[in-house]
């Protein structure tokens, strides 16, 4: 087990984002409904890639992935089965469901179990494939599905699930007829899946929108070449990077409409930025204000980025409030801040952040990929040193970081557990 020593550093300099884990998840499970070897480049090198390509490789698929480049063949695949040891690991695991329902009638999948974050329950899937006529039973702990053909019919999600419209938008290809999702996910990372499927051949309108309207066909797809597009989560972690530490900060290779949300709240905080093609920089401000953020489903304030935020609210001069609508356990990352000095206080769903406050290096322990990159922030700006424990979660998603916050000045050291 690694543990991270962080010194307190001043940060300047530019940092290149790499491509998005959560768009590159369900295009490679997309893979599954292709006929040809696909090309799939910018594909981060992090672990729950590697864990997804670990279970395509299981189920039979080829591929070789380096230099962010991905070739993979799953015209071989000769099991239907995703196995709890890799599903534990990995709860997007489930993406794999859908594609491997409509190519081959039948699969199992281990049911993801929860996590740090929550219970993040998979209901919603089920219910929509068997409102396509699949036959879903659970079996010691293994969502079993049978379907010959899926039908395409109108399926509304009582919640707006990603991973849930990602699984329904691949089963609605090789369902009959026409599948019309309504209340869908509306993030990038679906707008990316729905784009690829249209240059694809297949007939789907609404992209971007919460309804979208998929044509089924018969035969598999043929994927042209494509690049994973930049990670908006990661851009917005290393802008609360110069956030936090209010420095000047550049991030390049970003969409910025794929960010906009995460921006304007750092401009509300009092940040300005510099734009310029294919890059932002965040500028220092003489005051940090605080800020008041409801997490919601994009285009709103992403989940994914509340632990960085609450991070930089211990440094805004006055109270900033924190709204977790999406998960219930969300706030892991609060009992660590405060042992690093952090006035954060927690009633229900909402955390109250006095700022500010001057962080305190202490031993904090990591308890999701995205509580951990807060504590990374915190330990640039925290006095002394920063012991951050368990930071396998912070290599889940964000790819090279040890160099990456080395190039901008960052203080560390990767070492052993004592
Ligand atoms: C995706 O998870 C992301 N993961 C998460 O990012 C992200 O936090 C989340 O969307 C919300 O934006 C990937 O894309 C791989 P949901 P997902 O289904 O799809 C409830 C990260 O850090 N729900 O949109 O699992 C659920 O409990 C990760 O990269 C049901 O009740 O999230 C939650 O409260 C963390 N039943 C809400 O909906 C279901 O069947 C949103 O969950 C499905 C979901």
């Known amino acids: ?29 997309l893979t599954i409904l292709a006929k040809n070897r696909v090309t799939i480049s910018n594909m981060p090198n992090v672990a729950d890639i590697n864990t997804m390509l670990k279970l395509l490789k299981l189920l039979g698929s080829e591929f070789e992935f380096e230099n962010n480049i991905l070739n993979i ?35 199992r999948v281990s049911l993801p179990g929860g996590c740090a974050i929550g219970l993040r329950p998979v209901d919603l899937h089920l219910k929509a494939l068997q409102k396509m006529g699949a036959k879903i039973t659970i079996e010691n702990g293994y969502i079993h599905a049978v379907c010959n053909k899926l039908q395409g019919t109108e ?23 026409e599948t019309k999702i309504l209340n869908a996910a509306k993030e990038p990372e679906i707008v990316q899946l729905c784009n690829t499927l249209k240059n694809s051949g297949v007939k789907i309108e609404g992209i971007g929108t919460s309804s979208l309207t998929i044509e089924g066909r018969d035969d598999l797809l043929e994927i042209e070449p494509l690049s994973v597009i930049p990670d908006r989560i990661e851009a917005g972690t290393y802008l609360c990077a110069g956030a936090i530490a209010n420095s000047k900060l550049t991030i390049k290779n970003i969409i ?66 924190i709204e977790e609508r999406l998960f219930e356990n969300r ?11 952090a006035d954060i206080r927690i009633s229900g769903k909402v955390a109250t952040i006095y700022g500010k406050n001057r962080l305190i290096g202490a031993d904090v322990m990591a308890t999701d990929l995205r509580a951990s990159s807060a504590l990374v922030l915190a330990g640039i700006i925290a006095k002394g040193e920063t012991k951050i424990h368990r930071i396998y979660h912070l290599f889940r998603g964000y790819e090279n970081l040890i160099k990456k916050l080395e190039k901008i000045g960052v203080k560390l050291t990767l070492c052993d557990e004592e």
Do not use: W
């Open 256 to 321: 910025l409409s794929d960010i906009e949300n995460i921006v304007s709240k750092l401009k509300d905080m009092n940040f300005d930025f510099k734009i310029e093609p294919n890059k932002i920089t965040i500028l220092p401000t003489d005051t940090i204000k605080p800020i008041n953020i409801v997490t919601s489903e994009h285009p709103g304030f992403p989940t994914d980025m509340q632990a960085q935020f609450m991070a930089v609210a211990t440094q805004a001069d006055g109270v900033s409030t």
């Open 331 to 341: 706030f892991m990352h609060v009992a660590e801040l405060q042992r690093m000095g």
């Open 1 to 29: 087990m690694k543990l991270l020593k962080i010194e307190n550093s001043s940060i300047s300099g530019e940092v290149p984002i790499s491509g998005a884990k959560n768009s590159a998840l369900p295009l490679i499970s």
């Open 73 to 107: 063949d799953t015209s071989k695949i000769s099991s239907t089965t995703a196995t709890y040891d890799i599903v534990k690991t990995m709860r997007a695991s489930i993406l794999v469901l859908g594609p491997l329902l409509a190519r081959f009638g039948e699969c």
């Open 155 to 177: 399926i509304i999600f009582d919640k707006i699930t990603v991973t849930g419209t990602e699984n329904i938008i691949m089963a609605s290809v090789l369902a009959k007829g």
